[in-house]
């Protein structure tokens, strides 16, 4: 069971710069989410999707862009990058119906560092 | 809108002891769920308790258990029997009912440290 994958782990990029997190889950899951995590702030919501072709912003949406063409995939897109994007960046995945399940699960996270 | 307050950024507790971790929330549903995870140095974040809100019976999972008092909208771990793999940060988490938004929304998370 692969769960949810996340990739890369570590990034650096340079100010400006674009790059794009792949997240990729395997169970089926209707809601897909990304935050980001800086120290003390906790996890920050910064999009979701709750199916595919649906996308919302979340509470940090600036700076991101977000795509859902298949129920499995949800990249997470930097457009030019900031040293305030510096973070640690986690994709989640959870099932709609929380009769079968109420947990979010969660990859394994990318420290991006934009120099 | 729903918010979770965690107001302790760090808790120390000796090894074998018990330490309460502690989580305020609110909300105006009634329906909602509530979590603990935990996330250790590997940054892997890992589910430890669930509670459902309209359950009053508290969760509990081996040394893990929760106090949960929906009035006050307090949520908070008791864990028992410490051991120096339980320290990492814990994060308190809360998510709406099948009738709302499917977000987590997270605290801003307690580091707790196992002394030996």
């Known amino acids: 069971n692969a769960g949810v994958t996340q990739t890369p782990k570590f990034q650096v990029l340079k100010t400006g710069q674009s790059m794009t997190l792949q997240c990729a889950q395997d169970?089926?899951?209707?809601?897909m989410s990304w935050y980001r995590q800086d120290p003390g702030m906790g996890l920050r919501l910064i999009h979701y999707?709750?199916?595919?072709?649906?996308?919302d912003q979340g509470e940090v949406p600036n700076g991101y862009n977000v795509s859902r063409s298949t129920t499995e995939d949800f990249p997470l897109r930097l457009l030019s990058a900031a040293p305030s994007q510096t973070s640690v960046y986690f994709c989640?995945?959870?099932?709609?119906?929380?009769?079968?399940?109420?947990?979010?699960?969660f990859g394994q996270g990318t420290r991006l560092t934009v120099v | 809108a729903q918010t979770v307050t965690q107001s302790q950024p760090e808790m120390s507790v000796q090894e074998a002891e018990t330490v309460t971790l502690s989580c305020t929330y609110d909300?105006?549903?009634?329906?909602?769920?509530l979590f603990w995870y935990k996330q250790p140095p590997s940054r892997q974040m890992i589910l430890v308790i669930r509670?459902?809100?309209?359950?009053?019976q508290n969760a509990t999972e081996n040394r893990f258990s929760v106090n949960f008092q929906k009035a006050a909208k307090s949520f908070s771990l008791k864990i028992s029997d410490s051991q120096l793999g339980d320290a990492a940060m814990y994060f308190c988490?809360?998510?709406?009912?099948?009738?709302?938004?499917?977000?987590?929304?997270f605290g801003t998370g307690t580091r707790l440290k196992v002394l030996a």
């Open positions: 989640a995945s959870s099932v709609r119906d929380t009769r079968r399940n109420t947990q979010a699960f």
């Open positions: 169970m089926n899951h209707e809601y």
């Open positions: 999707s709750v199916g595919a072709g649906i996308t």
């Open positions: 909300t105006s549903e009634s329906d909602y769920y």
């Open positions: 509670q459902e809100a309209y359950k009053q």
């Open positions: 988490a809360y998510r709406s009912s099948p009738s709302g938004t499917y977000k987590y929304i």
